[in-house]
């Protein structure tokens, strides 16, 4: 089955820095890389995902990138704000016609005043 | 926010006790998931459901099952509840099946003593 890696496991950065949070899997079958935020005693949000044929997407300040060839996918956080402190996972779909996501340990994200 | 509520929210109970969450989702969603959050893990899928009483195994489902009599409620059973079972456990739902959006509750804590 699939196995997604993250890292770092805590990243802390000044505000107004740029946020890189790193990941890869094992299972070329894999076509769909979500990235979820998780606050505090709430469940996880979608924040933004990719496909297997796009290489990249952004939104606003947000963007990720994928490299099939070395299965690995990033998420790029720019001017960071208080509000973007919280866990980050990043996740990939099963492949081989299982269902669910395979789901990295998180990021906890610290931005520094 | 996706309409998916979870009950209980808090709960205890004893070793050895049955125990059923229950996810409730107003979306008609065809795809409903099962995960358990644990710290140093990130989430991994226990069981999921792809339509009324079609339900598969996850990554985790050994000591527990699942039932689906209708589109809008997915039950977790923990037949007979073990301190390795206390977790926080999230319900998702999704439209079409895993390589695309899932929306999660607000989760379930569970405290087996």
Same mark, same amino acid.
């Given at each position: ?113 | ?63 527990? *099952?699942?039932? +689906?009599?209708? @589109? %809008?409620? =997915? ?6 509840? /073990? ?10 739902? *999704?439209?079409? +099946?895993?390589? @695309? %959006?899932? =929306? ?6 569970? /405290?087996?003593?």
């Amino acid at each position: 089955g699939e196995n997604v890696e993250q890292h770092p496991s805590t990243l802390s950065v000044q505000e107004g820095d740029s946020a890189v949070i790193k990941c890869t899997y094992s299972d070329s079958a894999s076509n769909y890389f979500p990235w979820y935020k998780q606050e505090l005693g709430k469940g996880p949000q979608l924040i933004i995902d990719i496909r297997s044929n796009v290489g990249e997407k952004k939104d606003q300040r947000i963007a990720v990138t994928l490299n099939k060839t070395a299965k690995h996918f990033s998420l790029h956080i720019t001017e960071t704000q208080p509000e973007d402190s919280a866990v980050y996972f990043c996740a990939g779909s099963q492949g081989g016609g299982a269902d669910g996501l395979t789901f990295g340990k998180g990021t906890h994200l610290i931005i520094q005043p | 926010d996706a309409g998916i509520t979870q009950s209980p929210r808090h709960k205890v109970t004893e070793t050895g006790t049955p125990v059923t969450l229950r996810c409730h989702q107003t979306e008609n969603h065809r795809y409903m998931y099962w995960y358990r959050q644990d710290p140093g893990h990130g989430l991994r899928l226990i069981h999921y459901s792809y339509g009324v009483k079609d339900t598969d195994k996850g990554e985790v489902s050994d000591g527990y *099952s699942v039932s +689906r009599s209708k @589109t %809008e409620d =997915f039950l977790l059973t923990l037949e007979s509840a /073990t301190s390795s079972q206390t977790s926080v456990y999230f319900c998702a739902i *999704s439209e079409f +099946r895993g390589d @695309t %959006e899932a =929306f999660f509750g607000q989760g379930t804590r569970l /405290t087996v003593v």
